[in-house]
């Protein structure tokens, strides 16, 4: 069975600095999907990034970046310019084609001013 | 807009009952998922439907069913609720099989 991992319960970043978030996953499947999202207090789940395992350049989204290494199959998150905003839970997933979704435990970030 | 929404989104029930959360999307979405959130565990997926008529079992379905009768809504049921079943229920649909998925903003479930 699949399984994810989020190592760091907690982190936190001073305000306008870098943080990097960190997720492996195990898989025997070649051909998957990777997001992280982002749960506020207000419980929403909000869609951070996806990275198609197929590709190997990494994604990006303004001040988010992934570091995807398929060998190593890991899967970090880095935040540039970190704002009061991104405080928040954040969950790395999984999902190879045509199987359920795998969610780790959850990293919660903090962002001090 | 299309939308994701689920009711109520506050539910106290007691031990025993059956209680139905409903999960209802305008994204014209054939996926839909089940998920219940718990602290230490992430979100677990409980059902999940491709299509009217499909419907699946999840990591974690013991106690629970659902049925997909049309395409905007998927209704998850504690058949009888128990203590073990409180927590926050997250329904999420999806255009394709490995495409992302959008959730909806949570029922918080207390069973007593």
């Known amino acids: 069975a699949q399984t994810v991992t989020q190592s760091q319960p907690e982190m936190s970043v001073q305000e306008a600095e870098t943080v990097t978030l960190s997720c492996t996953y195990d898989?025997?499947?070649?051909?998957?999907?990777l997001f992280w999202y982002k749960q506020p207090p207000s419980r929403q789940m909000i869609l951070v990034i996806r990275?198609?395992?197929?590709?190997?350049q990494n994604a990006t989204e303004n001040r988010f970046s992934v570091n995807f290494q398929k060998a190593a199959k890991s899967f970090s998150l880095k935040i540039s310019d970190s704002q009061l905003g991104d405080a928040a839970m954040y969950f790395c997933?999984?999902?190879?084609?045509?199987?359920?979704?795998?969610f780790g435990a959850g990293t919660r970030l903090t962002v001090k001013p | 807009d299309a939308e994701i929404t689920q009711s109520p989104r506050h539910k106290i029930t007691e031990t025993g009952r059956q209680v139905t959360l409903a999960c209802h999307q305008t994204?014209?979405?054939?996926?839909m998922f089940w998920y219940r959130q718990d602290l230490g565990h992430g979100l677990r997926l409980i059902h999940y439907?491709?299509?009217?008529?499909?419907?699946n079992k999840g990591e974690v379905s013991d106690g629970y069913s659902v049925s997909r009768s049309n395409t905007e809504d998927l209704p998850l049921t504690l058949e009888s609720a128990a203590s073990s079943q409180t927590s926050v229920y997250f329904c999420?649909?999806?255009?394709?099989?490995?495409?992302?998925?959008?959730f909806g903003p949570g029922t918080r479930l207390l069973v007593l």
């Open positions: 439907s491709y299509g009217v008529q499909d419907t």
């Open positions: 990275q198609e395992a197929y590709k190997q």
């Open positions: 997933a999984y999902r190879s084609v045509g199987n359920d979704m795998r």
């Open positions: 999420a649909s999806s255009e394709g099989r490995g495409e992302t998925q959008y």
């Open positions: 898989t025997s499947e070649s051909d998957y999907y």
């Open positions: 994204w014209n979405h054939n996926n």
